[in-house]
T-cell receptor, first 114, second 112 residues
Framework: GNSVTQMEGPVTLSEEAFLTINCTYTATGYPSLFWYVQYPGEGLQLLLKATKADDKGSNKGFEATYRKETTSFHLEKGSVQVSDSAVYFCALSVPGSAGNMLTFGGGTRLMVKP | DAGITQSPRYKITETGRQVTLMCHQTWSHSYMFWYRQDLGHGLRLIYYSAAADITDKGEVPDGYVVSRSKTENFPLTLESATRSQTSVYFC???????????FGDGTRLSIL
């Protein structure tokens, strides 16, 4: 079956620090990969995505590269801000699977201190 | 405003009661989804629907019932609530399936 594994949090950083949140996956077929972000009291929002190997998704200073050889999709940001404090979810979808349903990792809480 | 709305935002009920969570979207998306979010499990898919009158089970469907008589609505019913169903429930929609999905703000359900 499909699965996504994320590093456990919380991750606590000071403002302007470098961020890495690790994500690895197992999947049948050729998945598309996603990062979603959840701010307190809100639903999930798509942060970025990549649909094939070596693609780099980017948005709001965040980046992640689809690495097929290591089955990874690590999220990075060069300089975090307090406003980046949220829970981050890695997810995959296998085209052609039932409903193209998303499989989520457990989420990683990021706390950024001023 | 266009979007996806869930109601109620908060609900407290007792074991054995029936409770229905509502979800409404204004984009006319074909696909709609129900997830539950529990600590340590991330989001798990309960049911999804590919179109009106078409629904299918996800990863954790037991104890839940869905219907989709209209494209814009996708209610989730707990026919006889149990404490293990205490969770935060999210509805989502997408135009073509798994990507990208637009999420509602969630319903926090507590079953005493």
């Amino acid at each position: 079956g499909n699965s996504v594994t994320q590093m456990e949090g919380p991750v606590t950083l000071s403002e302007e620090a470098f961020l890495t949140i690790n994500c690895t996956y197992t999947a049948t077929g050729y998945p598309s990969l996603f990062w979603y972000v959840q701010y307190p009291g809100e639903g999930l929002q798509l942060l970025l995505k990549a649909t094939k190997a070596d693609d780099k998704g980017s948005n709001k200073g965040f980046e992640a590269t689809y690495r097929k050889e290591t089955t990874s999709f690590h999220l990075e940001k060069g300089s975090v801000q307090v406003s980046d404090s949220a829970v981050y979810f890695c997810a995959l979808s296998v085209p052609g699977s039932a409903g193209n349903m998303l499989t989520f990792g457990g989420g990683t809480r990021l706390m950024v201190k001023p | 405003d266009a979007g996806i709305t869930q109601s109620p935002r908060y609900k407290i009920t007792e074991t054995g009661r029936q409770v229905t969570l509502m979800c409404h979207q204004t984009w006319s998306h074909s696909y709609m989804f129900w997830y539950r979010q529990d600590l340590g499990h991330g989001l798990r898919l309960i049911y999804y629907s590919a179109a009106a009158d078409i629904t299918d089970k996800g990863e954790v469907p037991d104890g839940y019932v869905v219907s989709r008589s209209k494209t814009e609505n996708f209610p989730l019913t707990l026919e006889s609530a149990t404490r293990s169903q205490t969770s935060v429930y999210f509805c989502a929609s997408s135009e073509t399936g798994g990507e990208p999905q637009h999420f509602g703000d969630g319903t926090r359900l507590s079953i005493l």
